[in-house]
């Protein structure tokens, strides 16, 4: 019995959704989850927000893909035809799985044996599990022959993992989310937690409340805000400005922590002569923020008995996004406030295993544990393990390969079949008219989903996968925290677990893959990537995931608790100390102008989830959240003439969305905020595909657009 209905049983699991990783347990009855209810996990204690409470219905949808579908000959990919879904019978044809699978990877492969090996590409999912993305990159290295693969992570942190695998040698958190209740001070940066990390979001309510000074940096004032002792709400594209101007009033007030600096960082004299020429005084002109709260919440920080950072993609979205990620690094270090409790830096991560999908290795430049495919010896001990020579050159990241799609038919590199599992380009990359094009250039691409989404509407093969509740694996949240979620329900009609597609695919690519075991062989492939990963997780089996649920890493030994702190002694980089790298300012872009001139950032909203291809389909979240919003400060909509819910078009030199507006006065004068859920006013249209150097992340969070009364 739960609540006042009798049901069949319950599958403890984890959200399928942000970061955070909520434990929770389905209620299932006939074969239908009938409730969620939260669980005691480390990273959530029970809570639950709207999402994983309430956003579960969308695995019953009418419009689950539950056949693997054949686009039908001579049906064009037009790419401007995405936007009204539920069409797709007059593009596909119904096939069974073994026509489909031949299809899928016999073309990859006579593709690959007619052009080469760097034609092919993939893209995982943060969405699946670590098996599958595993797997999947292990498909792309060994089978397509390649390091073409990437996933979202390219689209959210890929800046700041450039900065922390730089500077402290490891690219995850430092520190966990419920350790602000150890914190004196904590900075919220580039960060709406309240709506992208919401239980997060309740530890640092509760800390608040105990004491603990927030301070909110970001251009919009979002709810974080009620609960903040300052905000410093700073330009648009102004962070290095704001955060070198706190280096220098701790550097100029004589606030470093000097011993810290001399046995634990190097670089710190190049990094005192860089923030020379940012006193708060001029800064305060750029960045908008008056130089007296920057001196005092700098002091603040830097004198708290701990002090912690955590970011978003406010920070990482930009051309400069790693060096903004280089000054908060900067700012931990030279004040001693990391590698001790409730002090470090975080990261919040987005989606439920974009950490564990990165760890994975479902990133281009790097195999499993973070090891370089330029590395000889790390792609040695690979080619020995996985008995297959490999690729030494990084492949192409997730904008790059729609470039690589668009490249020259003499270009040996040009990239034409592509495997997507999980992921939707077509909705979630920068400049979509571009990223559409491209992926309807492909020669073939094959989808793998559980919805017709954007993307998959423009494959040549379409194959019915698994939700989340529908299978067994684990999931890596922004704690370093890995937890197994177990399957609650079947597949619907013939959709298979995104585990046996994949085998499937290798095995028709001429791999002898064949993982034994319940659900596809999971916990044999677990395994392995815990033999690949041994420096970090091979104290986490799979009988001890089972037990426990969730394990944080690193974690070596079978009795080793985990580390919920580290850098306490030394960095993971090769001389043990953090490497500070001064950043100067560098523009965005695309700044704005007459012609543009308002400035467009994107983002999530609290019940929708990217995309939205699942969110949307779950009957609570589209009641609360059914259309898009762009989101003006009320002064903007005065100037304009009209009133909230009227309707106006936001163009950009790329493209073009009608919208409604919705008052926020946190959003500032000369911005707008839309998020990227839905496909009937995707912002993607308009976002500028410039990428950071660094971590080639698009610049979502910043472009120029116009804004006219009226639309369609
Ligand atoms: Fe799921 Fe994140 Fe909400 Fe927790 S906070 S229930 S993980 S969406």
Known sequence: LVGNQVVDREVDSVCPFCGVG?????????????????????ANHNRLCVKGRFGFDYVEHAQRLTKPLIRKAGVPKDSHEISKPGHWSEVFREASWEEALMLAAGKLSSLKAQYGNKVLAGFGSAKGTNEEAYLFQKLVRIGFGSNNVDHCTRLCHASSVAALLEGVGS???????????????IIVIGSN????????????KNAAKNGTKIVLMDPRITDIGKYAWRTMQFKPDTDVALLNAMLFTIVEEGLVDQEFIEKRASNFEALRENVKNYSPEKMALICGVSASVIREVARAYATSKASMILWGMGVSQHVHGTDNARCLIALASVTGQVGKPGSGLHPLRGQNNVQGASDAGLIPMMFPNYQRVTDDSARAWFENFWASPLDKDPGYTVVEIMHQILADDSDPHKIRGMYIMGENPAMSDPDLNHARHALASLEHLVVQDIFMTETAWLADVVLPASAWPEKTGTASNTDRMVQMGRRALNPPGDAKPDLWIIQQIAQRMGLNWNYAGAESGVAAVYEEMRQAMHTVISGISWERLEL?????????????????????????????????????????????????????????????????SMTRRATVLDAIEPIATVSMH??????LGIEAGAVVTVQSRRGEVAIHVRRDDGTPVGAIFIPFAYYEAA??????????????????????????????
């Open 22 to 42: 909520c434990l929770l347990t389905y209620q299932v009855k006939d074969e239908k989850i009938v409730s969620v209810t939260g669980r005691d996990g480390p």
């Open 171 to 185: 690219g995850a958190v430092s520190n966990q989310v419920n350790d602000v209740e150890h914190a004196g001070l």
């Open 683 to 712: 912002a993607n249209l308009m976002t500028n595909a410039a990428l950071d150097p660094f971590g080639k992340i698009p610049e979502f969070k910043y472009c120029a657009v116009r804004v006219i009364v009226g639309g369609d």
């Open 548 to 612: 426990e649920s969730s394990v944080t890493y690193p974690c070596l030994t079978a009795d080793d608790p985990g580390q919920p702190t580290v850098f306490i002694e030394h960095f993971d980089t090769k001389d043990g100390r953090v490497h500070l790298v001064p950043a100067d300012i560098v523009p965005a872009h695309e700044r704005p102008d007459e012609e543009f001139p308002f400035v467009l950032i994107t983002g999530r909203q609290l019940e929708h989830w990217h995309t939205g």
């Open 634 to 639: 009320g002064e903007d909509i005065a100037k």
């Open 193 to 204: 937690p309240t709506a992208n990390h919401p239980v997060a979001a309740t530890w640092m």
